[in-house]
């Protein structure tokens, strides 16, 4: 009977030290161990020399490219993005503002663009542009600008998005968005309603998938949540992408950008 | 050509961290394009490190490296202001030369 006991003593504290850590704690650890080698950095210095480099019919630069902070301004500009522009009357996010420059400056044709599918063609170029403009901002606190009427109206058209019901399961951004605690297979889910927190959510996109080697532009993350809800797939910069990017920027009003981020 | 490396080289005691990303799409050869044709082996073969002209470190990479690859590796006695040059060839033949200052 004694020797029984020794070796329970012993056994407990093996077994507690041997015990996989779960993966709320593993998961956090795997990014932060990615973190520094993200290939993010890549497409951060294409898109820089994209800025300044001469292209498109009329072959001009982007220097002149306003993103609402005044011609050529791009530190800052990102966390107060999606934004009312006054020439364009519109609200307008980085991709759908970036299509609006490369048409106005360079000659480019905005509709084809938005019609490329992502990673082909000047899609590429848009991918590389946006990591490096979101990267000027990296370490500042979402501020997205709600004094413009306009503004405040694709807030509430962002809302409605949110928790529009449809499809063949009945999905809304809000079945997996909507409450906290919820996850698909590894990834925890954001709570998009409300604030997630610093770097999660829309503080963390763009964003280079490990698993695929590509770099997700908010447009395209919304691509694929659209695809996961078996919705239609919206239209590249199209006003409903817009206004989901300004309901989860409000919402998330304050927390610290960590885009381009590194995701599994 | 292809795209620049990004190489940070810093001093950490007696030796310099160097931390390198490489463009590359590091095709296994293995995969299948949307007509179901193999998708040609294009991938990082061999990788040469230098330490002020000084070939400190070499490495032969197969299909297996990942997609626009992350090397870390420390180099002895490596001071600030010292050169680290990165070279690699690809299977095509295709090559890139970077090079930084150890801060």
């Known amino acids: 009977m004694k020797r029984t006991w020794v070796v329970c003593a012993l056994l407990v504290p093996l077994a507690a030290w041997a015990q996989p850590k779960p993966a709320p704690v593993v998961v956090p650890e795997y990014y932060r161990l990615l973190e520094d080698g993200n290939p993010a950095e890549l497409f951060e210095a294409k898109g820089e020399a994209l800025w300044t480099q001469k292209r498109g019919p009329k072959s001009a630069s982007l220097e002149a490219c306003d993103l609402g902070k005044g011609p050529g301004v791009v530190k800052g500009a990102w966390v107060e993005m999606p934004r009312y522009f006054a020439d364009t009357k519109r609200v307008q996010d980085l991709e759908s503002r970036l299509l609006t420059c490369m048409e106005v400056l360079q000659g480019f044709n905005a509709a084809e663009i938005a019609k490329t599918p992502f990673g082909r063609g000047e899609q590429v170029s848009i991918e590389a542009l946006a990591a490096w403009i979101s990267a000027a901002s990296r370490g500042e606190k979402l501020a997205l600008p709600q004094g413009h009427a306009e503004e405040r109206r694709v807030y509430e058209l962002g809302k409605r998005a949110f928790y529009y019901r449809a499809g063949p399961y009945d999905f809304s951004c809000a079945s997996c968005h909507g409450e906290p605690g919820k996850r698909i297979r590894m990834q925890d889910l954001p709570e998009l309603a409300k604030n997630p927190g610093d770097a999660v959510g829309f503080a963390s996109w763009p964003a280079y998938r490990v698993s695929s080697g590509e770099l997700w532009t908010m447009q395209r993350r919304l691509n694929d949540c659209f695809r996961q809800q078996r919705f239609p797939f919206p239209g590249y910069a199209s006003d409903v992408t817009v206004a989901l990017g300004v309901f989860m920027g409000v919402n998330a009003q304050g927390a610290v950008s960590s885009a381009p981020a590194i995701k599994r | ?103």
């Open chain 2, 1 to 103: 050509m292809a795209d620049p490396m990004k190489i940070r080289a810093q001093v950490a005691g007696d030796k310099a961290t160097v931390r390198v990303l490489m463009a590359h799409e590091m095709e296994t050869g293995q995969r299948k394009d949307a007509a179901g044709k193999t998708i040609p082996a294009w991938h990082i073969q061999d990788v040469t490190a230098q330490h002020n002209g000084k070939t400190v470190m070499t490495a032969q990479w197969g299909p297996a490296v990942a997609k626009n690859p992350f090397m870390q590796f420390n180099v002895k006695g490596a001071k600030a202001g010292d050169k680290i040059t990165i070279s690699w060839v690809d299977n095509k033949g295709d090559k890139r030369t970077d090079e930084a200052t150890v801060a």
